[in-house]
């Protein structure tokens, strides 16, 4: 079955410091994997997914992501953090290789201390 | 319209009552997706609907909750009977056909069952 984990409930990071939220996978086939933030009190926000190709990928507001295959991990990453990215962040993969269904997994908390 | 839509944003029933939640998708998203986030916690899926197929409903929690969707529009989440375990937040999500398209979340629908 596919599912992905979030070793860290939460990560606490001081503004202008790199930050890491980590994601690992379990998928049979190719992996297809996407990272979502929640920002208080607001649905769920695309942020970038990884399908093929390079391994780096890029997104919204500055974050990026490291497909690792052999270490099964997607973390997303940020060089400076601000204090307006603190939210819950969450990682996500298909259901199936139909990929229109998600599981996600149980987020992190990151907290950007100013 | 631009993004999902939901309503209400915030429901207050007493329990017993019976609930009724809508989503409005983005035209043209053949996906669509019911959530439920308890407070401080992950997502979990209750149903997901795509064009005409049969819906996926093996996330819904018991035989009180339900789920409708008239063709690729608005679909509503009914709740029967509602108990205090049912208070949280209902999360709409809809995408584009294709294997993994992002899910486009609306801002959800703050249930409280006093």
């Known amino acids: 079955a596919q599912s992905v984990a979030q070793p860290e409930d939460q990560v606490n990071v001081a503004e202008g410091n790199p930050l890491t939220v980590k994601c690992t996978y379990s998928v049979s086939g190719n992996p297809y994997l996407f990272w979502y933030v929640q920002y208080p009190n607001r649905g769920l926000q695309f942020l970038l997914k990884y399908i093929t190709g390079d391994n780096l990928v890029k997104g919204s507001y500055g974050f990026e992501a490291e497909f690792n295959k052999s270490q099964t991990s997607f973390h997303l990453k940020k060089p400076s953090a601000l204090v307006s990215d603190s939210a819950l962040y969450f990682c996500a993969v298909p259901l199936d290789n139909y990929g229109q269904n998600f599981v996600f997994g149980p987020g992190t908390r990151l907290s950007v201390l100013p | 319209g631009a993004g999902v839509s939901q309503s209400p944003s915030n429901k207050v029933t007493e329990k017993g009552k019976d609930v009724e939640l809508r989503c409005d998708p983005i035209?043209?998203?053949?996906?669509l997706y019911w959530y439920r986030q308890r407070l401080g916690q992950g997502l979990e899926f209750l149903i997901y609907?795509?064009?005409?197929?049969?819906?996926?409903k093996s996330g819904l929690p018991s035989d009180r909750f339900s789920a409708e969707r008239t063709g690729e529009s608005v679909s509503t989440l009914t709740i029967q009977r509602t108990q205090q375990e049912d208070s949280a937040v209902y999360l709409c999500a809809s995408s584009l056909q294709g294997t993994n398209t992002e899910a486009f979340f609306g801002q959800g629908t703050r249930l409280t069952v006093v």
């Open positions: 609907f795509q064009g005409n197929s049969a819906p996926d």
């Open positions: 035209s043209g998203h053949t996906a």
